[in-house]
């Protein structure tokens, strides 16, 4: 039975037993932890989507192993529709939680594996699509969260890996036995990583000769010994301790990033999926960032939950007539309709790899992530000026249940129409979430630097555009004849 319910995910996740650190203490009840359950909620909603009929056809698809129906989340694109049926589906799922739901990178490595794999067994008889594909079948058939690790902290940016004062500034092999290695080092920004019930450890940079101990793709079971979990903070996670989850903005949905240690651990040649060819790690590096850049889509459904607070407060306070909101408010449209073309884009110009693995288009993969390293900003910025200063002054939910303070702010803080108080103050606290609180991570931060930061994508653009095709048309325009 390959995909399982929300409840079954929850169930299947419980089972890990993994060590988890947060505010300086272990955490025990890592499913109940009100600041870690909302981002576990927000996964969750990837199998509760699934099983909805009218969003099964984005939702699901066929495996090309098995032929069983599975999530999208676990499948490898096998056509240019796979592709955008997947942008469409980061962009529903973004819509439908209002933050980062975390399972696109897991999809994002595993497609990038299928790809990768096959090209090193082609230049070294080696057996790594084998292996891969036995792996993708336990994860589809089991219908699991992968947690895709690329960023290593890498110390001295100046310094290649094998330079590094300290060793393990990039994961690394440091054990060959028969049966397997053993790795050390660190993954950091590890989204969603609680919620996974597999980590995929891809490079973070193209490796030389030098460096080859660094170049290595595997995945473990998140629970494997010697793997440590530190929790990040964000601006306000604390307000999720809080009896009322009003003063959250986001009720049910979040994310959570991590630190995340490997300590000596131990992987069975089964799971290893690159060892020490060093020639390939950028090309997976590349292919990774191409399809993570792609899933920036989910951007476009944030904006969409952002719009909508807006457009709500606006008309909470009367002012949604007037035209320069109007204006703005077409502003943030565009902007966030402009994100969703480049994603939609770069898919409907993928093709197909030698593996049979479709990937997008890579030019137009990094123009997207480009544009959502800026335009979320923008549309921020237009949703503070619309919403005004009580995105930031609002008393606490509870003021507004309390006797004495609660019937100041019944009185003065009701909208247009008796809109009472508690809407306006609700809207308000969603649109500060989405824009300056913990969901600002997922939504700002994220959007800046997640799938690689803009300098990334600005090296692969001028590296992809044909600039020789486009001097040649220039010149050709207006008589300059040395091209002939
Ligand atoms: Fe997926 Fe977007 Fe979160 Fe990245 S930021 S994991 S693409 S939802
Ligand atoms: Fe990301």
């Not at 947060?22 to 981002?39: A, Y």
């Not at 969260?145 to 902290?153: F, I, L, N, Q, W």
């Not at 990937?359 to 990094?366: I, K, Q």
Request: glycine residues 8%; aromatic residues 8%; charged residues 25%.
């Amino acid at each position: 039975m390959p995909m399982k319910t929300p409840e079954e995910y929850i169930e299947s996740l419980r089972k890990l037993n993994r060590v988890v650190y947060m505010f300086g203490k272990r955490v025990e009840d890592v499913m109940n932890n009100p600041i870690l359950r909302p981002s576990l909620n927000a996964v969750a909603m990837t199998y509760s989507m699934a099983r909805r009929p009218e969003y099964a056809d984005l939702m699901t698809a066929t495996s090309h192993i098995s032929g069983k129906k599975i999530n999208r989340f676990t499948h490898i694109h096998q056509n240019v529709d796979d592709l955008v049926k997947k942008s469409k589906m980061g962009r529903l799922m973004g819509s439908h939680t209002g933050c980062c739901f975390q399972r696109c990178v897991g999809m994002d490595a595993l497609n990038a594996l299928s790809i990768v794999t096959y090209d090193i067994d082609a230049r070294y008889g080696t057996e790594y699509n084998k292996r891969f594909l036995k792996y993708l079948e336990y994860v589809q058939e089991n219908d699991l969260v992968c947690d895709g690790a690329m960023t290593d902290p890498k110390g001295d940016r100046s310094l290649p890996p094998h330079k590094q004062p300290d060793p393990d500034m990039y994961v690394r092999v440091i054990e060959e036995r028969k049966n397997g290695i053993v790795v050390r080092g660190a993954k950091v920004h590890q989204t969603g990583a609680l919620n996974s019930h597999e980590i995929i450890v891809m490079p973070t940079i193209t490796m030389r000769e030098e460096d080859r101990d660094y170049a290595i793709s595997f995945a473990v079971p998140a629970d494997t010994k010697g793997i440590t979990y530190i929790i990040g903070r964000q601006a306000s996670d604390t307000r999720k301790l809080e009896k009322g989850k009003m003063d959250q903005g986001n009720v049910s949905f979040g994310a959570h990033e991590a630190l995340m240690v490997f300590d000596d651990v131990f992987v069975p040649w089964d799971r290893v999926f690159m060892y020490k060819e060093y020639d390939f790690s950028g090309q997976l590096v590349e292919q990774f960032a191409a399809y993570h850049r792609q899933s920036y889509a989910c951007k476009a459904g944030v904006g969409d939950v952002l719009i909508g607070a807006v457009q709500t407060i606006a008309e909470y306070n009367g002012t949604d007539k007037a035209a320069h909101i109007k204006d703005k408010i077409v502003e943030m449209n565009h902007l966030n309709e402009t994100l969703y073309c480049g994603c939609i884009a770069c898919a409907a110009e993928g093709h197909r790899e030698r593996s049979g693995t479709y990937t997008v288009d890579s030019l137009l993969a990094n123009v997207h992530k480009q544009n959502v390293t800026r335009f979320p900003y923008e549309i921020s910025r237009l949703a503070q000026d619309i919403a005004g200063g009580l995105v930031v002054t609002l008393p606490s939910e509870d003021d507004l249940k309390s006797e004495e303070a609660g019937k100041w702010l019944k009185k003065y803080f009701r909208g247009k129409d008796n809109v009472p108080a508690e809407n306006r103050m609700r809207i308000l606290r969603l649109i500060e979430n989405l824009t300056m609180g913990t969901a600002a991570v997922g939504y700002l931060t994220e959007s800046m630097h997640g799938a690689g930061s803009p300098q990334a994508q600005r090296i692969m653009i001028s590296r992809l555009v044909n600039m020789k095709e486009k001097q040649k048309n220039s010149k050709k325009l207006c008589g300059i004849k040395d091209d002939e």
